[in-house]
């Protein structure tokens, strides 16, 4: 089997790569950066410009299915022109794609998006499964449902659609792990806002699975991409001092301090998801890392 991946330089896309060069499965992947061309061993890149919709469709040949990851960090402040980047790297990717597609020789019929559960709204008590019909009313809401409506298209072209929720990514390498642990190795971690707001975290090797679990079963719609087990801001931090062996001593950093530092963006570390990973369970995923203190073990120590 021969996939095509987009987004494969970042966090996830290297994740899921590693899995797939282990389990004999080929990998072509397009990077908008042509120095990034020979970056990953053992795989095809190949360049596009979704901007421009510019796309090497040679990069179609011989895939039988694709793994859509691209756009823009949301992790960078929400200027209005960065706020329109995040958005339409994410829908020029997805349309890049499709049109490529459409002209190209070869014709895999599979494609599996990223999404995010930022399209849930904000709520202490909702329980998020995958046929909420509710949008946020926020700027990541809006993203979210016009990334999904782009996926959806590839439908009329006979492609089978599937859509990751992805939640908080826990990994070592980047992502919002090392940012919240290294304060608390230098005894000065604190919980933000309530720190009642939930947390629907995974662990990296566990979303790369459920990846390939939804290729290999070939499951289409939407799934959540989170563990079994969210946890509320106040319980993740003390969790992350707990596997570090440090002490939480100081108050959690108030709302009005964060959103002050971050503007808008402050959302994402102050907005509530409680989101459900029944629907992948029900179909027979298996978590490596259901609870968070594993998992942070197998993270940071
Ligand atoms: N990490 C999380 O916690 C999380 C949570 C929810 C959803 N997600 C979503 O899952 C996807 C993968 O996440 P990630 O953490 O792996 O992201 P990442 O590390 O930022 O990687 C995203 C990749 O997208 C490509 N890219 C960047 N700007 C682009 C643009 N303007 N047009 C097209 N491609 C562009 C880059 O690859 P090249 O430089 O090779 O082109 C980059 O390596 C993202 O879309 C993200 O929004 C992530």
């Not at 290297?14 to 061993?41: F, H, M, P, W």
Request: contains cysteine; proline residues 4%.
């Amino acid at each position: 089997m021969r996939l095509l991946i987009t987004g494969a330089t970042g966090l996830v896309g290297r994740a899921i790569v590693k899995k797939c060069l282990k389990q004999g499965i080929s990998v072509n992947y397009l990077t908008t950066s042509k120095n990034k061309l020979d970056a990953i061993e053992g795989c095809k890149g190949f360049y596009w410009n979704p901007s421009k919709n510019i796309i090497d469709t040679s990069c179609f040949q011989g895939v039988d299915a694709m793994i859509n990851l691209a756009g823009s960090s949301i992790a960078k402040r929400w200027t209005t022109s960065y706020r329109k980047k995040v958005l339409e790297s994410r829908v020029d990717s997805l349309n890049t794609l499709r049109s490529g597609l459409q002209d190209a020789a070869a014709k895999p019929n599979f494609l599996i998006s990223a999404s995010a559960i930022g399209v849930y709204p904000s709520s202490l008590t909702h329980y998020y499964e995958e046929d909420c019909p509710e949008v946020a009313d926020t700027f990541l809401g809006k993203v979210v449902n016009a990334w999904e409506e782009a996926a959806d298209q590839f439908e009329s072209l006979g492609v089978g659609v599937a859509k990751i929720r992805i939640g908080l990514v826990l990994s070592d390498e980047e992502g919002a792990l090392p940012k919240m642990a290294a304060p608390v190795r230098n005894y000065a971690g604190a919980a933000f806002g309530s720190g009642e707001q939930w947390q629907s975290w995974i662990h990296i090797k566990d979303l790369a699975d459920i990846f390939l679990f939804v290729l290999q079963h070939e499951l289409t719609g939407v799934y959540n991409g989170v563990a079994p087990n969210p946890v509320t801001q106040n319980k993740l931090i003390q969790v992350i001092a707990q596997t570090l062996n440090k002490p939480l001593w100081l108050p959690n950093i108030p709302e009005f301090v964060i959103t002050a530092l971050l503007g808008e963006m402050s959302s994402i570390l102050l907005e509530s998801q409680r989101v459900s990973a029944k629907k992948l369970e029900a179909g027979g995923f298996s978590f490596k890392y259901p609870n968070l203190m594993p998992a942070l073990t197998n993270l940071l120590i």
